[in-house]
């Protein structure tokens, strides 16, 4: 099995920018499909963003497609999730998961492991 640790959440200003981290260990990241979900307050958790196991197709959200960026460091065994131009609907704890399957049952929101999370704040 593999352990998410997510790191790089903060407080920002709208239209700024931050990345997200998640190390993984216990196994390469190369061998899941991976994602980002994001849980804001008194909503349900939502899926962000997806990266393939195989191809490293990328998949985001409408809200935020041309704002973040998903990629993988397989040397590093890290996921990252770049976001640009935050706006303050996208605070909320964001959220690394992992999966042996295919990406489109991750973006469903069923995944094998999951990170404990870590908090974003955009301020306007």
């Known amino acids: 099995q593999v352990q998410l640790v997510e790191s790089g959440g903060g407080l920002v200003q709208a239209g700024g920018s931050l990345r997200l981290s998640c190390a993984a260990s216990?196994?390469?990241?190369?061998?899941?499909?991976m994602g980002w979900f994001r849980q804001a307050p008194g909503k349900e958790r939502e899926f962000v963003a997806s990266?393939?196991?195989?191809?490293?197709?990328?998949y985001y959200t409408d809200s935020v497609k041309g704002r973040f960026s998903i990629s993988r460091d397989n040397a590093k065994n890290t996921l990252y999730l770049q976001m640009n131009s935050l706006k303050p609907e996208d605070t909320a704890v964001y959220y690394c998961?992992?999966?042996?399957?295919?990406?489109?049952?991750?973006?469903?929101?069923?995944?094998?492991?999951g990170g404990q999370g870590t908090q974003v704040t955009v301020s306007s």
């Open positions: 998961v992992a999966d042996p399957s295919v990406a489109l049952r991750l973006r469903s929101g069923v995944y094998a492991y």
């Open positions: 990266i393939s196991r195989t191809l490293g197709t990328t």
């Open positions: 216990g196994r390469a990241v190369s061998q899941y499909a």
